[in-house]
């Protein structure tokens, strides 16, 4: 079965600081697709990044980074010099395709709390 | 583009009361979903649909009803509130299926149930 944890429920930083939010998710499938997602206090939830199984290379986006490794099982995402901007409910989420090529639905870890504090 | 919208942004319903929340987006994607988000539970889906006229089932369909009439359209029913149906309920949608395009998200509704 297909599974994501995010370990972390809350973490509280102070400006400036470094924050790394955990994801490690389970799956069978060979073909599969990892998703962050940010949800502000605003509410919405806006799309960060997407990665495929097929590529691990690492991303680097401003001050935003994500970390894949296949052989732990884990799509990190790390914020660099955190602002207060950054405090967010984050959510990591799964998908894939079975070995029909079916796809499956997207399954939704239950979020990090980051509270960046100035 | 004004991307997903939702209607209303707040709603009390006393219990056994019913219901029509709407999504729309203008983006011309096919798939659209109903998500409802309790603390705790993250995001849960109710329904979804992969295009215009078609609807089907999600991980928490029990007490609601959907319609896709327009593609631009996605409307959730409730036909007889009941206090666990209290939460913040978000519409989103995608351009292919969900298990490799990006959600685009509504702002939410927030519906209190008494």
């Known amino acids: 079965a297909q599974k994501v944890t995010q370990a972390q429920t809350e973490i509280s930083v102070v400006e400036k600081e470094d924050v790394t939010l955990d994801c490690v998710y389970e799956t069978r499938d060979t073909t599969y697709y990892l998703f962050w997602y940010k949800q502000p206090p605003s509410g919405e939830l806006v799309f960060l990044i997407r990665r495929n199984s097929f590529d691990e290379q690492n991303e680097i986006s401003g001050r935003y980074s994500w970390n894949f490794q296949k052989s732990t099982s884990s799509f990190n995402f790390t914020i660099t010099a955190s602002q207060v901007v950054d405090s967010a409910v984050y959510f990591c989420a799964l998908s894939g395709m079975d070995g029909a090529g079916n796809n499956r639905k997207l399954i939704w870890g239950l979020g990090t709390s980051l509270a960046v504090n100035p | 583009n004004a991307g997903v919208t939702q209607t209303p942004k707040f709603r009390v319903l006393k219990t056994g009361q019913s219901m029509t929340l709407l999504c729309a987006q203008d983006?011309?994607?096919?798939?659209m979903y109903w998500y409802r988000q309790d603390p705790g539970m993250g995001l849960r889906l109710i329904h979804y649909?992969?295009?215009?006229?078609?609807?089907a089932k999600g991980e928490v369909p029990d007490g609601y009803n959907v319609s896709r009439l327009k593609k631009q359209n996605f409307l959730l029913g409730l036909e007889s509130a009941a206090p666990s149906q209290t939460s913040v309920y978000f519409c989103?949608?995608?351009?292919?299926?969900?298990?490799?395009?990006?959600?685009?998200f509504g702002p939410g509704t927030r519906l209190t149930v008494l």
């Open positions: 983006m011309n994607h096919e798939y």
């Open positions: 649909s992969v295009g215009e006229g078609t609807t």
């Open positions: 989103a949608s995608s351009l292919g299926h969900e298990t490799y395009n990006e959600q685009f």
